[in-house]
T-cell receptor, first 114, second 110 residues
Framework: GAGVSQSPSNKVTEKGKDVELRCDPI?????LYWYRQSLGQGLEFLIYFQGNSAPDKSGLPSDRFSAERTGGSVSTLTIQRTQQEDSAVYLC????????????FGQGTRLTVV | DAKTTQPPSMDCAEGRAANLPCNHSTISGNEYVYWYRQIHSQGPQYIIH???NNETNEMASLIITEDRKSSTLILPHATLRDTAVYYCIVPRWSNNDMRFGAGTRLTVKP
């Protein structure tokens, strides 16, 4: 595809259920980022993948959050036992591994926990 | 990332130039300055980036001070559609990690 694709675009789930959010980066991009944006707030860094290196998980808010990136391409962000405070837009971005190239963002997944 | 400091909000009259400042006093010699913007309910959009020299593209101009400790994003003729949150970031050179601050909320008024 031409851009970063995220699915689903919207997800409503019940408190306590697990959810999986998917990100398809731009082909050939080795860097992949996940962010969370709560209503009216800024972009909160969650996790960063770079090629085959161990991901930077320093932004994950709790052990209920995990992410993987299979084959250096598609990434899945999993939230276990969802809570109402997990309601937010989850954004994914990808870029080439060079300091002088921009990142491209998907349109996000809006997660609502009821 | 090199820490960046931006004013929380700014207003600009439609048709006038919008000048958005950013301080990045801890920037390293090989780190770039990037600007993104986020229009309500959309994913962030890349605007421009630079290392040392001033840069211009179809969207904006970027002026970087000689000591590289600050920069200014210029939208030469702001329109209502330029109302957005503007983020200045300096990704860590070692691994291109990107962390965003609060940005500047620019409101373009008729």
């Amino acid at each position: 595809g031409a851009g970063v694709s995220q699915s689903p675009s919207n997800k409503v789930t019940e408190k306590g259920k697990d959810v999986e959010l998917r990100c398809d980066p731009i082909s050939g991009h080795t860097a992949l980022y996940w962010y969370r944006q709560s209503l009216g707030q800024g972009l909160e860094f969650l996790i960063y993948f770079q090629g085959n290196s161990a991901p930077d998980k320093s932004g994950l808010p709790s052990d209920r959050f995990s992410a993987e990136r299979t084959g250096g391409s598609v990434s899945t962000l999993t939230i276990q036992r969802t809570q109402q405070e997990d309601s937010a837009v989850y954004l994914c971005a990808s870029s080439s591994y060079r300091g002088d190239t921009e990142a491209f963002f998907g349109q996000g997944t809006r997660l609502t926990v009821v | 990332d090199a820490k960046t400091t931006q004013p929380p909000s700014m207003d600009c009259a439609e048709g006038r130039a919008a000048n958005l400042p950013c301080n990045h006093s801890t920037i390293s010699g090989n780190e770039y300055v990037y600007w993104y913007r986020q229009i309500h309910s959309q994913g962030p959009q890349y605007i421009i980036h630079g290392l040392k020299n001033n840069e211009t593209n179809e969207m904006a101009s970027l002026i970087i001070t000689e000591d590289r400790k600050s920069s200014t994003l210029i939208l030469p003729h702001a329109t209502l559609r330029d109302t957005a949150v503007y983020y200045c970031i300096v990704p860590r050179w070692s691994n291109n990690d990107m962390r965003f601050g609060a940005g500047t909320r620019l409101t373009v008024k008729p």
